[in-house]
């Protein structure tokens, strides 16, 4: 799995629609920076067919360190909640998501929401 950057994502915008790469620096880094003050306000975005961004609070809680066992009061926080949309659901169900050791290739497994397919039943029913 590689590691994409806001870098190589300008890169690839501005070379597929023919824009300055700072013009296209800027929209990103503008539309970022909105996203960061709408969760900072407590709003929820909600962008069609791609997911939505909600922001959380996490309650506080008590904790163990694992080598001491001491116990310790963790603070709530705030937390991002991203729940994925339609679309994009869609194209990671067709994406592939494991080598295949044998042949070496891509293997597509469907997620949990994946409709499963009725059996295929030769039988027929008495009507």
Not at 52 to 63: C, D, G, N, T
Not at 90 to 105: K, M, N, Q, S, V
Request: glycine letters at 4%; one cysteine or more.
């Amino acid at each position: 799995m590689a590691t994409v950057t806001k870098k190589d994502l300008i890169d690839r915008i501005a070379d597929k629609e023919s824009c300055r790469r700072v013009l296209v620096k800027r929209v990103i880094q503008g539309f970022l920076d909105a996203v960061i003050d709408e969760l900072c306000d407590g709003n929820r975005l909600e962008f069609r067919d791609f997911g939505v961004f909600e922001s959380k609070i996490r309650a506080a809680r008590q904790a163990q360190n694992p080598k001491t066992m001491d116990k310790l009061q963790v603070p709530s926080k705030r937390t991002v909640k991203f729940k994925v949309g339609r679309v994009m659901r869609l194209r990671l169900d067709d994406a592939p998501t494991a080598i295949d050791e044998a042949t070496g290739l891509a293997v597509s497994t469907p997620g949990p929401w994946a409709k499963k397919k009725p059996a295929d039943n030769n039988t027929q029913t008495p009507v």
